[in-house]
Every structure is written in C-alpha cells, then in structure tokens.
C-alpha cells in the first residue's frame, strides 16, 4: 500500500500492521454480509427458485469470516492469504448486491447498493485502486442504465444523470475518508511503534550499566532473587563470582578517569564474551566491581568458569604501572559456592560472595578464593589454565 504523506519505508515497517487490519476489515465486512444475505433470504418475493444459492452465499461469508477470524487469532497473516479472502470476500459481495436488487429496484436500492459497495473497500484497497474501481462502477453504470433493456433485460429505474452524480459523489466520499482514515491508522501504528521503541530503550536502560552495556546493580537485585528461588527450590546449586580490579584508583590517578572508563569497558566486553560461551549472567554492580551468577552443581566446573573469567582480564594486557602485582590490570574474585537447598537469602549471597572477594584482596590480590556453604571456610582456588578443568 502506498498512502501519500509517507515514505515507503514507514509503509513497509507498517505492513504487519496494515495487514491485519485489513484482515480485520475483510472479517467485519464479510459477517455483516453474511448476515444481510440471511436477512434477505426471508424477503418476500415472488420466485423462491433462488433461496438455495443465499444460503450458500451465506455459508461462503460466514467460513470467510471464521478464517479470517481464526488467522488474526493466530497471527498467520500473509500478502497471499489476504489476497485470496478478498478475492471471495469481493465475488460474494457482488452476489450480495445483486440479490438485494433483485429483490428491492428501487432508486434508494440502487443507491444504498452504490454507497455500500464503496464504503466497502475502505482501508481494503488504496486510493489509486479506489479511483478506478468507482470510474468503472460510473461507467458501468452509465451503460446498464442505457442499454440494460437490450443487454440484460433488466430494467434499472430511471434516474438518468443524477444516478452518475450520486455514484461519483459516493466515490469522492469513500476517497475522503479512506485517504483520511488510512493517515490516522498508518500514523498511529508509527507512533505506537515509535513509543514502543521509546519504552523499550527506556526499559534496557533502567536496568543496563551505560558505560560497560552490561547489567547494572538494579537489574542484578531483580536478578538474584530468582536465582536463590532456585537454589531453595529445586535444590540446584547457584555459584555466585564477585570480581573487583586490582588498584584501580591507583590506575585512575596515573593515567585519568577517562583511560579508567576504557578498561571498564574493555573488561565489560571480556564478561559478556564469557556470558555468550557460558551462559552465565553478568552485572556491573559498582565502580569497578561485578558479579557472575550461574547454577552448577560441579566444583570443578564452577572453578574454571572463574579461572577462565581471570584469564580473559589478564590476556587484555592494559599496562598498568602503579600495580604492585603485576604490570598489567588484573583483578581479585571471590567466589561463593551455594550448595543446592540452601536457605541463604539474596543479600546473604551477595554478602559472602563479598567476603570471599574480601580474603582474596587480602591473601595478595590477583587470585581467587572460594567459599562453600557447606561449611562457611574459604579456601584459595588453585591458579591454573581453565583448560585443564574442561569436562
């Protein structure tokens, strides 16, 4: 479709859209005239020879209506499907209109029929299709009017010019409000998307850390409840990682908060390379500090995760000048081991994993250290490549 005021690109991001109101419009259209055509089927007249075929108009609609119906239900909507209903939606139409005058040939007949059938194709078709479809109506008209004894038979009352009139007033009232109706409907699906898109950065950014692009301290306190949920629950373990970078203040004040911000990101690239590898959730929750979370029932496995974490930080290889332990940024990991069926809260998780950290920083830093739940003693990892603990 192709309405004026709006490019092309805002018609196709609407298209979905656009679709399944028109499928909307087909469905409405085809039970109103499923249910004319079973009203009019009760209409008195002189031959019943007919009544067979309202009936089957009628079912055509009413199985038109229940598939479109069903297809705006189940979201299955396609160029293909559309065009095929309204082929049968337009043919059964037309069988409407025609037994409606056969039944009623009366000048307001003909001009309920004439303003029906283009109210019809509102928001169905565009403008450019509704132009010519009302000059060929006009034309048509026009013809039957004259020749209608010679050609057909049938006699259509005789309104001569002024029935023209009405149809081309009819055609410029429908090309009013579709023009009109079909802004509204395109520039409210633009604004409801643009809003969408709004709500939704807005909602990545309440719980994302700006400058890493990883979770933030919000989005890990939405977080952890789930995963102790989990750990008392269903009795699967949750290991918990706090990371902090060693002398980091001491990196700031040498070489500048901006070179600072740049080895938080550099380091916040490295958490969600090992979040994609090990389907692990990450957060920034301060300065320099983050946290890992994941279930694993297995030591070992819980154990290379973070060694595999400390090794991603020391290949960066930022120099760092004022670190005592190394020449290169490193950083210090705590790591909580919360055994299956624990009763720890989220703030105890978070707490020991703290405390973890906590004894790591005050064994000598760049290392880890390990708390179990099982018996609250820490107890230092053993620095090695995480290879050597693959399964």
Not at 293 to 310: C, D, P, Q, S, Y
């Amino acid at each position: 479709m192709r309405y004026y005021n709006f490019t092309k690109r805002d018609i196709t991001d609407c298209h979905d859209e656009l679709i399944l109101h028109n499928f909307g419009s087909l469905s409405i259209g085809s039970l109103v005239n499923a249910l004319l055509i079973l009203v009019f089927s009760f209409y008195p007249r002189e031959y019943d020879d007919n009544r067979l075929f309202y009936y089957i108009i009628c079912a055509v609609e009413a199985a038109l209506f229940l598939s479109s119906t069903y297809s705006l239900k189940k979201k299955e909507l396609s160029d293909s499907v559309f065009k095929a209903s309204y082929i049968i939606f337009i043919c059964s139409l037309l069988f409407f209109c025609i037994f409606v005058y056969a039944i009623d040939r009366s000048p307001f007949a003909v001009r309920f029929l004439l303003v029906f059938l283009n109210f019809q194709i509102i928001f169905v078709v565009n403008i450019i299709a509704i132009i010519i479809g009302n000059i060929l109506v006009i034309i048509t008209f026009f013809i039957v009017n004259e020749y209608a004894a010679l050609v057909t038979g049938i006699n259509i009352p005789d309104n001569g010019i002024f029935d023209v009139y009405n149809i081309a007033l009819s055609a410029a009232i429908c090309i009013t409000l579709n023009w009109y109706s079909s802004h509204v409907i395109v520039r409210g699906i633009i604004t409801s998307n643009s809003l969408k898109e709004e709500r939704n950065r807005f909602l990545i950014d309440s719980i994302h850390d700006q400058l890493t692009g990883l979770n933030n301290r919000r989005s890990f306190e939405q977080s952890v409840d789930f995963y102790t949920s989990v750990c008392r629950h269903v009795h699967q373990t949750v290991c918990a990682v706090m990371m902090d970078v060693d002398f980091f203040k001491n990196y700031n004040d040498f070489y500048g908060h901006q070179k600072g911000d740049i080895v938080l990101q550099a380091i916040g690239k490295a958490l969600k390379e090992l979040a994609e590898e090990d389907r692990v959730y990450v957060a920034r929750v301060g300065g320099e500090e983050f946290i890992v979370l994941w279930t694993e029932n297995r030591m070992l496995e819980a154990e290379r995760i973070v060694l595999k974490l400390r090794q991603k930080i020391i290949d960066l290889q930022i120099p760092h000048e004022r670190s005592p332990v190394a020449p290169y940024v490193t950083a210090s990991f705590g790591l909580y081991f919360m055994r299956g069926g624990s009763m720890d809260s989220s703030d105890e998780l978070y707490n020991y994993a703290d405390i973890a950290l906590y004894k790591a920083k005050e064994a000598g830093r760049n290392r880890i250290m390990l708390l179990d739940s099982a018996d609250r003693n820490c107890r230092p990892v053993q620095l090695r490549s995480p290879n050597e603990l693959k399964r």
